[in-house]
């Protein structure tokens, strides 16, 4: 079974820092891209930053500057390094994965993946 497992929420004060990992598990032949998206309470779902297979980046406007994506190909995983943290910032953060996985014999699939979200609460 694929699993994206999201870690490093938490409640920091505005200006600090955080930094979400997100690890990708299972029968895994390829990762392509991968991105960090967050909901508010009562806002739709909006994308954070991705990063290619080849690490190129991009940015929401509101995070350029003070967010940075990264990702380990060889562990199957993927950052966002979260600095200078505004209370506008707080959500939930979701990791996403466009994976080609194996779900068993001869049964190769293409598809998205979200892992369960990890709160990130910044206090004024």
């Known amino acids: 079974q694929v699993q994206l497992v999201e870690s490093g929420g938490g409640l920091v004060q505005s200006g600090g820092s955080l930094r979400l990992s997100c690890a990708a598990s299972?029968?895994?032949?390829?990762?392509?891209?991968m991105a960090w998206y967050r909901q508010a309470p009562g806002k739709e779902r909006e994308l954070v930053a991705t990063?290619?297979?080849?690490?190129?980046?991009a940015y929401a406007e509101s995070v350029k500057g003070r967010f940075s994506i990264s990702r380990d190909n060889a562990k199957n995983t993927v950052s966002l390094q979260m600095n200078s943290l505004k209370p506008e910032d707080t959500a939930v953060y979701y990791c996403?994965?466009?994976?080609?996985?194996?779900?068993?014999?001869?049964?190769?699939?293409?598809?998205?993946?979200w892992g369960q979200g990890t709160q990130v609460t910044v206090s004024s």
């Open positions: 996403n994965a466009f994976m080609t996985v194996v779900h068993g014999a001869h049964d190769v699939r293409d598809g998205d993946y």
């Open positions: 299972g029968t895994i032949l390829s990762i392509d891209k």
């Open positions: 990063i290619s297979s080849s690490t190129n980046t």
